[in-house]
């Protein structure tokens, strides 16, 4: 129903600052609940952030509260990720996601998310 392709991933030093961005064509995004995912080689898939349509209810990891934040503009049909103070590990490939509707307390979970982009590479030098 939805294509999701990010953008916005590159290299940059420690402490610095990126901004990803997940459009989606093909469909509406403002219909779907929007979420961040990044995978680090050898590592399994972690959530980062998600955002409810309406963007009144936002979820972030732990190890990124405070550093990142994510937000949308359905006019645009973009879901973006804002990282600040980045650090080495922050390092991965970061993915958008889409779903129809999810659960309270169930935005983490990968599963529930029935839509994906390609990925964009992040990459944080020390």
């Known amino acids: 129903q939805v294509n999701l392709v990010e953008s916005g991933g590159g290299v940059v030093q420690a402490g610095g600052s990126l901004r990803l961005s997940c459009t989606a064509s093909?469909?509406?995004?403002?219909?779907?609940?929007g979420g961040w995912f990044r995978q680090a080689p050898g590592k399994e898939r972690e959530f980062v952030a998600a955002i409810s349509r309406s963007a009144g209810i936002r979820n972030y990891a732990d190890s990124v509260k405070g550093r990142f934040t994510i937000s949308r503009d359905n006019a645009k049909n973009t879901v973006y990720l804002q990282m600040n103070s980045l650090k080495p590990e922050d390092t991965a490939v970061y993915s958008c996601a889409a779903a129809d509707r999810i659960a309270t307390g169930q935005a983490l979970s990968a599963t529930k998310y029935n839509y994906w982009g390609q990925g964009t590479q992040v990459t944080v030098s020390s």
């Open positions: 093909g469909g509406t995004y403002s219909r779907y609940i």
